[in-house]
């Protein structure tokens, strides 16, 4: 962590300096760049990543009295992990999660079925195929973490609570959308408060106003699933009881996850599916007939509940919109109006994902609207939010249904004809070959503005352009530090190079060093160009090299100067740029992510950590016109009279 840039700072170095002027008034200002509708998730998400944009004013607003306290989802995915590193936030998680490392089988004994076995055992998540691991923390906690992130951020942004939009309209000028809100419990007929915004995003769940407003809906199934879901201190002669288990037994089935802070269990109890339109609320379960369910099931092993922390039943869909933006399709007008997460996709929570795509939507949003906002791209690259999102969505409706009939179907019983039910080997193999996509890790975006077509990929075939950039461990140069490559990108909304020497290192003359001096070069560089003349050489392309070396045979001083750059107000030189192989056995970045040591390449990164684009090394004007196509010159923050 670096914040001594500008000059010693004292205290918790998680406070960024404030650019709130002392006495703005609380509440929300009549004009917004961007107003954010909903606190769950994905709001949050989209809040901390833009708060920390010094020049963009944002709110979030949510129509409950104040911040989530329990229950709702827990399951936090590998990749959603990575993304709260960004944050600066994955150490909290770590510490208080449960770390799910093995997924239990549970089905019918063969020889009385009316009693449960284990029937098998897998690794959650596979080697490498994360530096984390798959988390349980409660959302309320993620949401903590979010707002604590909002509140020591330069915007020191807070939630304006128990607000809710009643309506949502695209207008002209420089402020197109108008907002209207109401107290919360006030009704729709009394409009309280109007802003105006340059851009309104629609995180407000499955029941969104503002997916009604730009006239989208969720179509997909007509009939919904039930859902029962407990968190419960128990005591239970269950013996993988703080194992995640599945189980199906001849009395129906339950997913049963161990919780953070020990002793708590959440039980999730598949119940009847609904008739088209009918709410579970209408079917009276009580907490009193979840339990005796879920006792039936695990039979005949017992479970003496002492405490229920939370419980809910719920009904889901599995549903999806067209867009995930007000753009039509074909029209030319950019888009203003955006929604995320469960706005634009429902599905079963048995795989996981609601929490996890939610957050990833929004953290694919955020920095294309920062970029925006600032003049660093131009309003084409919002877009490509929907175009993206839209893909991964239909995916995940198409994985949740099957991995729902497959987790709902009775277990197979010798005597069913050929179809019906499951082998408990069949689930277990399913089960394990799913693992990348419930991590949160098969997301591939396609070629596009911002994602290239892929003709270096041979070069790092362990990163493939489009999914995210798979991190690896490395030792840092300057103070011989082993840390993994990948924790350098932060939520900052900057792209990053990353600049894979061959064999030969950085020394003078190497490819390595002539793509670096190319990069550095004020004349013809492509960072020059797009980097405002008063901002530092990395404020917008962030760029690291990588050395196919030991670092004890690497001299600082032999760095090229983008290596090694000057920055802020007193020039002080930045040393965390340049890295080296780790020797220890099997943490070899070159031979971990495929990286053609005779020829190196340059590896560009998404400010949402996905691979853009690789390319040899001495190409570098392939990565100009790479860069050209959404990078517009420096400049043109300053003609769109923003400061
Ligand atoms: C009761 C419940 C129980 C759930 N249980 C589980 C579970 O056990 N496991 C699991 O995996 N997933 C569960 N989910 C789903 C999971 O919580 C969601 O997938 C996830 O929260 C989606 O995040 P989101 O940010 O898109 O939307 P949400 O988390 O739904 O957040 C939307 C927010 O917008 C606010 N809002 C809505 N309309 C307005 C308005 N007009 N103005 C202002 N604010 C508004 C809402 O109050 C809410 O805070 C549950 C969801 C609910 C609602």
Redesign the pocket.
Known sequence: MQFHMNGFRAGDPEVVPSVVAAGTPAGLPDTVDVLI????????VLAAQLAAFPEITTRI????PGP?EL?????VACRTVEMFDAFGLSDRLLREGYWVNETVFWGPDETDRARIVRTGRIQDVEDDLSEFPHLIVN?ARIHAHLLDKMRKSARRLVPDYG????GVQVRDGEYPVLVT?AR?GTGSGTDLVRVRARYVVG????????REAIGQRLAGDSANQA?G?MDVLAVTDFPDIRFKAAIKSTGGNVLIIPREGGYLV?C?IELDELAPGERVGSRGITLDSLIETARRIIHPYTIDVREVAWW?V?E?GQRLTARFDDAAAGSDREPRIFI????CH?HS?KA????N???Q??FNLGWKLAAVLRGRSGPELLRTYSDERQAVARDLIAFDREWARMLGAPPKDPADPPGDGVEPEEFRRRFAASGRYTAGLATRYRPSMITGAATGQHLATGLPVGMRFHSAPVVRLADGRPMQLGHVAEADGRWRIYVFSDSSGVQRGSRAARALEYLADDRRSPIARCTPSEADIDAVVDVRVVICADHREIGLETLPALALPRKGALGLIDYEKAFCVDPSPGRDIYALRGIDRAAGCLVVVRPDQYVANVLPLDEVDKLDAFLSGFLLPAGHEVSMGRT
């Not at 229950?71 to 399951?75: E, R, S, V, Y």
């Open positions: 509708v909903g606190c769950g998730p994905a709001g949050l607003v949510e129509r409950k989530l229950g709702q989802a827990d399951g959302q607000l809710e939009v009643t809100l919360a995180c407000d769940g499955a029941r969104s106003r503002v859902w879901v959440r999730y809910s719920y889901i995320a997460g469960d706005a429902t929570p996981g994902q609601g929490m795509v939610s957050m939507d929004a």
